[in-house]
């Protein structure tokens, strides 16, 4: 079991930056992926970015230009700095991390809520 926890969210307003945290309990160097999902109340979640240990990122098309992931191989921990934040980013952020034990390995965070106000 691969444990993670998220940090960071809160009430921000529209245009206001904030940085999430996730802290993985081994070294973020042995796993596969690691991700940030976001859901939206009455959404589907939704991908927001990943890196690789070789700290390759990908970005979900839409919100690439203002949200940048980042490890620390140091720390253990995978950052997502969310800039110009609008209302519709308003939804609970989780941290995933796919691949330690097999590549099938997939786990989540408790989530870190991120709120947009107008």
């Known amino acids: 079991q691969v444990r993670l926890v998220e940090s960071g969210g809160g009430l921000v307003q529209a245009g206001e930056s904030l940085s999430l945290e996730c802290i993985v309990d081994?070294?973020?160097?042995?796993?596969?992926?690691m991700a940030w999902y976001r859901q939206a109340p009455g959404k589907q979640r939704e991908f927001v970015a990943s890196i690789t240990p070789g700290f390759v990122t990908n970005y979900s098309d839409s919100l690439k230009g203002r949200f940048t992931i980042s490890g620390d191989n140091a720390k253990n921990t995978i950052n997502l700095q969310m800039n110009s934040l609008k209302p519709e980013d308003t939804a609970v952020y989780y941290c995933?991390?796919?691949?330690?034990?097999?590549?099938?390995?997939?786990?989540w965070g408790q989530g870190t809520q991120v709120t947009v106000s107008s």
């Open positions: 081994r070294a973020i160097s042995a796993i596969d992926i």
């Open positions: 995933n991390a796919v691949g330690y034990y097999s590549s099938d390995d997939d786990y």
